[in-house]
């Protein structure tokens, strides 16, 4: 079976090393989208920093900054005022968003369909998709490719 190549850069991983993915088209992306707690705008690339095993996240480390692949859309307010202040995964907590699952979810649908994922990635966001007590679930509108 031949090497799968990726549509973008950004998801391109070559050799065994941990460096972290830098991807201009991605943080730009992630900033058009609306913000992923209150669905407003504009909105900052925020980097998640807590490590988890399970998503295979690293965490930022000393003098290490984290990868662009686990930046989420956040408004100025909730990007400096609420995940910087205290207990990161107690930010995301309190508005029951996994936000591993989310980044996971959101890179890997730009590394799929680059800008044609806006709309998708933009209506899971406003129909509450990605907080975990969302009960009711809205038939997506998007098209598949």
């Keep these: ?3 799968v190549k990726p ?3 950004a998801c391109a991983r070559y050799g065994k090393t941990t460096a972290a993915v830098e991807s201009k088209s991605y943080l730009s992306w992630i900033r058009t989208l609306p913000c992923l707690v209150s669905g407003g705008q504009p909105v900052e690339a ?3 920093n807590t490590a988890s095993r399970e998503w ?3 965490g930022r ?3 290490r900054r984290s990868s662009d ?3 989420l859309p956040l408004t100025h307010d909730k990007h400096q005022n609420e995940q910087h202040k205290g207990a990161e995964m107690a930010f995301w907590s309190q508005y029951g968003i996994d936000p591993h699952r989310a980044a996971t979810i959101l890179f890997a649908m ?3 369909r680059g800008e044609d994922a806006t709309e998708l990635a933009t209506e899971m966001i406003l129909n509450g998709e990605f907080h975990n007590n969302n009960i009711e ?3 997506p509108t998007w098209k598949p490719l």
């Design 1 to 3: 079976m031949g090497r």
């Design 7 to 9: 549509s973008n850069k």
């Design 46 to 48: 925020a980097h998640l």
């Design 56 to 58: 295979a996240h690293p």
């Design 61 to 63: 480390g000393k003098a």
């Design 69 to 71: 692949r686990w930046a």
């Design 110 to 112: 730009h590394c799929e």
């Design 137 to 139: 679930k809205k038939e």
